[in-house]
């Protein structure tokens, strides 16, 4: 079955640390793979995307990510944390389902920054 | 560009009474349309997704129902909330031929 996994429900990282947060699909073709962002109380934000082509997608708020098709991963890093990047950050891949195109999320994983 | 607009952002209701949540699209024509529920550490669950008028899929056997009266309107409704229904319910749209969501702001259901 299609599914997307977040194996961290949560990450706690002290600010100006690097992150990275896994993302794991299963999925019988190459998936459109998604990160978005959710602030406390909001809806989801983009930010960013991989469809086809060049495998490191950079995305908004200085966040990156890396497409691994032999380990069905879609990791998203950044390189220094801010304590503005506190959120909610859930990966999905968009898969058919009876001729419709289907978004699909993982659970989430929460982030802490630590001063 | 597409704008989700949803309410009510907060809703407190009763066991029993029936819901009604608004979703509308402002900025674009024919979107598909999505209610997702999101539950605490549990992540979006994608309830209905709507792709033209009158056209609704359920993902999941519930309580609730979806309708889609005009191109730009989605509504989730129940006819008795049960506590289960208690939640954070998203709306969300995306255009045709485009695979990025944009999402509402989000309404709170809680169901005393």
């Known amino acids: 079955a299609q599914s997307v996994t977040q194996p961290d429900i949560h990450i706690t990282v002290s600010e100006g640390a690097s992150l990275e947060l896994r993302c794991n699909y299963s999925y019988g073709a190459t998936p459109y793979l998604f990160w978005y962002v959710q602030s406390p109380g909001q809806g989801l934000q983009l930010l960013l995307k991989y469809f086809s082509g060049d495998t490191l997608v950079q995305g908004i708020k200085g966040f990156e990510a890396e497409f691994k098709r032999s380990q069905s991963s879609f990791n998203l890093r950044k390189p220094s944390v801010h304590w503005s990047d506190a959120a909610e950050y859930f990966c999905?891949?968009?898969?058919?389902?009876?001729?419709?195109?289907?978004?699909?999320f993982g659970r989430g994983t929460s982030l802490i920054v630590h001063p | 560009s597409q704008t989700i607009h949803q309410w009510p952002a907060t809703l407190v209701q009763p066991v029993g009474s029936p819901l009604s949540l608004e979703c509308t699209v402002e900025?674009?024509?024919?979107?598909?349309l999505y209610w997702y529920r999101q539950a605490a550490g549990r992540g979006l669950q994608l309830l209905f997704y709507?792709?033209?008028?009158?056209?609704i899929s359920s993902e999941v056997p519930q309580n609730l129902s979806a309708s889609r009266p005009q191109d730009r309107q989605f509504i989730l409704s129940s006819k008795k909330l049960l506590l289960s229904d208690s939640g954070f319910y998203l709306c969300?749209?995306?255009?045709?031929?485009?695979?990025?969501?944009?999402f509402g702001a989000g309404s709170r259901l809680t169901v005393l």
């Open positions: 900025g674009t024509s024919n979107p598909n």
């Open positions: 709507s792709v033209g008028i009158g056209q």
């Open positions: 999905a891949f968009r898969h058919a389902s009876g001729g419709s195109y289907i978004p699909t």
């Open positions: 969300a749209g995306q255009n045709s031929g485009a695979n990025v969501l944009t």
